[in-house]
């Protein structure tokens, strides 16, 4: 104690020093907690930051600055508009529908007649369409995921856009950083060897200017001759998808739409794409489409760091207030905000039938923690809660008879308001009744889930669970 006090009388640039750096952690700490409010983040990850903060500052601000930013404010300004003048672009006709309005005053283009859609109910369905889309592609192809594993599947996809780039095809495909981190380099040479190109969507480590340790790109889209194109929440690996049916493959799903709704996907990738590598893409012409027997509606939106507001999250919310019927969730990760809980919670009082699909436990201890409480409130309001033995990754909202959603999109805070999202709105009885069945069968093999009171450790750590959740 003694060699310190005279460490600070003989030297008084180490107490300068020390001052200043107290001064200066303060001043940052101040800086993040008002940053924080400005964010206008759900309460619980406000409080969850300012505790991590105010507490800890020594790990928050690291954490904060690494993984708090929630839009991406300078950057994005460098991004296109994902959909420049959509509000101006001729509408269908008038569809009894929030969603619809919700979704086009957020700047997502209107609702496209004359699709075709097909819904992809497994991994072996879903690897066998892909492999077809691209085989038969006679101009470009587009791909974007947020993995794409270094395994059987992973490479017999490589090899298939290799084999399109040699024989002239346009190939792009784009890779999440983080989520590819083990792939976007050499396992994917073939492609550039054989002239297609690869682009990397925001390196991790801050040594280039488009950089975040936080914001995803956990879009799945795939454009085929810009009138083709897949959507949902399957990855570009084994568990995902594959040649051969796999019983411990994980249970998801996709769609594919053939019509001028395949064109919003294609100005979607086109702005993922520019970002990602600087390079512009032309616009995808007008397709030529015919109304026939299987003519859908379907309306695409985006979310993520990119938009201005929260587009699939304000629809879902607004889906649920005006359903009359039904709610029907299919989520790996059931981690909702306070206000979508409290809607859920409240048409199931009503009378609704609410239903959540889940995984009886996911690959992910914390969210199924963290979703306890939540379950265990619905089913007191009356909801019903279905645990399947096998994981799910499928993405899927029904909305009475006349609302399905397929994309990317899971019931929790880094999907709703982190990620870069798509969803795929259906305005159609047909699929409806598609998705319907597929979801019966999947209740049909699920089992109640133990809603018991949890013992004093799990609710403790549940407790902690909720309180971590909302920051990851």
């Not at 991004?79 to 005053?105: C, W, Y």
């Not at 691209?134 to 791909?143: D, G, P």
């Not at 379950?375 to 279905?386: C, V």
Request: proline share 7%.
């Amino acid at each position: 104690m003694s060699h310190l006090f005279e460490l600070t009388i003989t030297n008084p640039l180490w107490w300068i020093g020390s001052h200043f750096l107290m001064v200066a952690g303060f001043g940052l700490c101040a800086f993040l907690v008002a940053r924080v409010f400005r964010e206008h983040r759900t309460a619980p990850v406000t409080f969850a930051w300012l505790l991590a903060i105010v507490l800890i500052p020594y790990v928050g601000v690291p954490l904060y600055l690494l993984f708090g930013g929630r839009k991406l404010r300078g950057v994005a300004q460098h991004k296109p508009t994902l959909f420049p003048n959509a509000s101006a672009e001729p509408h269908p006709g008038r569809i009894d529908s929030t969603v619809e309005r919700v979704l086009t005053t957020a700047g997502m283009p209107p609702p496209r007649a004359h699709n075709r859609v097909e819904f992809l109910g497994d991994g072996q369905a879903a690897y066998r369409s892909l492999v077809s889309l691209v085989t038969e592609a006679q101009r470009s192809v587009h791909l974007m995921t947020f993995i794409l594993g270094a395994d059987d599947t992973g490479r017999s996809i490589v090899e298939l856009l290799a084999r399109k780039a040699r024989a002239g095809v346009e190939v792009r495909l784009l890779l999440d950083a983080l989520g590819c981190f083990r792939t976007y380099g050499r396992f994917v040479d073939p492609i550039r060897s054989a002239g297609g190109q690869v682009g990397v969507f925001m390196p991790v480590l801050p040594l280039r200017r488009k950089w975040s340790a936080n914001l995803r790109n956990h879009r799945k889209v795939l454009v085929v001759d810009d009138n083709t194109a897949v959507v949902g929440g399957m990855n570009l690996a084994n568990e995902y998808l594959g040649p051969e049916a796999d019983p411990t493959r994980w249970i998801d799903t996709g769609a594919v739409i053939a019509g001028p709704a395949a064109r919003d996907l294609e100005r979607l990738f086109a702005s993922d794409w520019n970002f990602a590598t600087g390079e512009t893409l032309p616009p995808p012409p007008a397709p030529a489409a015919t109304l026939g027997d299987d003519d859908e509606l379907v309306q695409i939106a985006a979310s993520g760091p990119d938009t201005p507001r929260d587009p699939i999250y304000e629809a879902m919310f607004s889906a649920t207030m005006d359903a009359q019927e039904r709610i029907w969730l299919v989520t790996p990760y059931f981690v909702p905000d306070e206000t979508l809980f409290k809607a859920l919670a409240l048409q199931s009082r009503l009378g609704v039938d609410v239903r959540i699909i889940i995984p009886a436990r996911s690959n992910h201890l914390l969210a199924d923690l963290a979703r306890g409480q939540f379950l265990r409130d619905l089913a007191a309001e009356g909801a019903k809660i279905h645990a399947c033995p096998r994981m799910i990754h499928a993405k899927l909202m029904l909305f009475d008879k006349r609302l399905a959603v397929v994309g990317s999109a899971n019931v929790d805070a880094r999907s709703m308001y982190l990620n870069f999202e798509v969803a795929a709105t259906v305005y159609s009885p047909r699929t409806v009744g598609v998705i319907e069945r597929w979801i019966h069968a999947r209740i049909a093999e699920s089992h109640p889930l133990n809603l018991a009171a949890p013992s004093l450790a799990r609710g403790a750590a549940e407790s902690l669970a909720s309180l971590v959740a909302p920051l990851l």
